[in-house]
């Protein structure tokens, strides 16, 4: 039997939702499943775009089978070739003989990887500003490596102004029949979800966000089509001014994330009274125990909140395993600009708080707002006072117009070969372009140029670049270049 759902007249979904799977990408928990979208344009050509799990397999083909209706499959886009939207690949060369595979150049690579290369003659390479017409609908090409695999591309389709995104504007859970976003409480419901995939999936590759969510803003879009979660056909500012926020690293909203690590229950306990005490001040807080909660949606509420606490003693002279750990992988995902505080605990040699500010301190932007509050075993009577001083220190920082962070100076490097710019203090010599595999040596450094920030009047939409174009219009409300105005 079929499950599919039209998307519109020519587009439908053929993808499958998959509630067995315990993990994503065999590290994330995903308690109400996950959605593995494909989607199908009948044309004069038929166009399927990219494939789906292996887990799901039985479902997506019959969906295929029935959307088809006895017409060949003529084109494959691949648009990100990890295996939760490519394991299909080499049945489908074989269901469908004359199907051409559409993807970049690094996809292709990836393909002889992971399949080998034997399917040389069906692919077509496309790039950035390549186009593919299959009768009524012309779809154009836009590269979006690191977003999050070097190899990603998007499709926009010219003539339905839909842009099919590959793994961005993506939510954990099972669709269970609901197909676009407004057909659920997102917001309510869903917002989480979608935010612990960005922090998680995405949420180092920020630069990279933006430069996608640039090349969007130059487009009249009219619905998102992402290959996890929801179809966004109605508000989609609601999920692009998150990617917005979350890949300048701006936090969502004030309040204080407190993450302990407690063996025995004290340093819980201060943890406990700290969130009291703030609470008191009307403070919003949210509390984890690292020792019980996955680091995914602890890394998920750091990309919320303004400020941060942590709380761990002291193990094996370091920090407590469980929190070192969550740590870690705040760092590894590079989230900047947070005000945070440490409380650190150990019963003969509290090294714990040295060891969580040396993992952090690096990151840019954060700012240690005051010492490490140190207990030995338990927290005494007379450092009640000291939890209280923590807790309207945090409140009243919130209450500070906090300047922005020093701007980190980096280089530039564009490529000779297709323009991509790769940012950092120096083009590592082993550097490869992403987008057409171009060795560093095609690379040349061109000057850092100072970016504006202009903000629609009407809806809040954010441009940056050098400065505003007099032909642009906002993606979202479709004003004009005269109802923008520059932020300082």
Not at 254 to 267: C, E, F, L, N, Q
Not at 361 to 384: D, F, H, N, V, Y
Not at 446 to 453: L, N, S, T
Request: charged share 25%.
């Amino acid at each position: 039997m079929y499950c599919v759902r039209k998307i519109n007249e020519d587009y439908t979904w053929v993808g499958a939702d998959a509630r067995r799977l315990p993990m994503f990408e065999g590290v994330f928990g995903v308690p109400n499943g996950s959605s593995f979208n494909s989607y199908l344009l009948k044309d004069e050509k038929c166009v399927l775009f990219d494939t789906a799990d292996q887990s799901v397999s039985r479902t997506f083909y019959e969906n295929l089978e029935f959307a088809l209706d006895g017409r060949p499959l003529d084109y494959l886009v691949i648009q990100h070739m990890e295996p939760d939207h490519t394991a299909l690949l080499s049945d489908l060369v074989l269901r469908y003989p004359s199907m051409k595979i559409c993807c970049s150049a690094m996809a292709k690579t990836m393909i002889g990887q992971f399949f080998g290369n034997k399917w040389e003659d069906r692919i077509v390479v496309v790039k950035e500003g390549d186009t593919l017409s299959t009768g009524r609908h012309t779809l154009s090409f836009l590269a979006a490596p690191m977003v999050h695999w070097p190899e990603v591309i998007m499709t926009f389709d010219e003539t339905d102004k839909l842009l099919l995104t590959a793994d961005a504007f993506g939510c954990f859970g099972a669709l269970n029949g609901k197909i676009f976003a407004d057909e659920v409480d997102f917001m309510h419901d869903y917002l989480s979800e979608t935010r612990r995939y960005y922090a998680n999936i995405v949420g180092k590759y920020g630069t990279q966000v933006q430069a996608v969510l640039k090349k969007v803003a130059a487009r009249e879009i009219r619905m998102l089509l992402p290959l996890h979660g929801f179809v966004w056909r109605r508000d989609l500012d609601k999920v692009l001014d998150k990617y917005d926020l979350w890949s300048r690293y701006e936090p969502e909203e004030k309040g204080v994330m407190i993450a302990y690590a407690s063996v025995y229950g004290d340093t819980e306990n201060a943890a406990n009274i700290l969130a009291c005490r703030l609470a008191e001040k009307g403070v919003k807080v949210e509390m984890f125990d690292t020792s019980v909660t996955p680091a995914s949606y602890i890394v998920s509420a750091a990309f919320r909140f303004s400020h941060l606490v942590f709380a761990a003693t002291t193990y094996n002279a370091g920090v407590f395993i469980t929190m070192e750990e969550l740590l870690h992988d705040i760092a590894a995902h590079q989230l900047q600009k947070r005000r945070f505080m440490l409380i650190e605990n150990g019963s003969w040699a509290p090294t714990s708080g040295s060891g969580m500010k040396k993992i952090l301190e690096p990151l840019a932007g954060w700012e240690l707002l005051q010492a490490p509050l140190t207990l030995r075993s338990s927290l005494k009577t007379e450092q009640m006072a000291a939890l209280e001083e923590m807790a309207q220190t945090l409140s009243d920082d919130m209450e500070k117009k906090q300047e922005a962070p020093a701007a980190v100076t980096k280089k530039r490097f564009v490529c000779k070969v297709c323009g991509y710019v790769y940012e950092g203090d120096e083009l590592p010599a082993d550097f490869k372009c992403p987008v057409c595999g171009a060795a560093s040596a095609y690379f040349k450094e061109v000057p850092a140029v100072e970016k504006k920030r202009f903000v629609c009047q009407i809806c809040g939409f954010v441009y940056e670049g050098e400065s505003l174009p007099a032909d642009f219009k906002c993606p979202i409300c479709g004003r004009s270049a005269e109802f923008f105005k520059e932020k300082a």
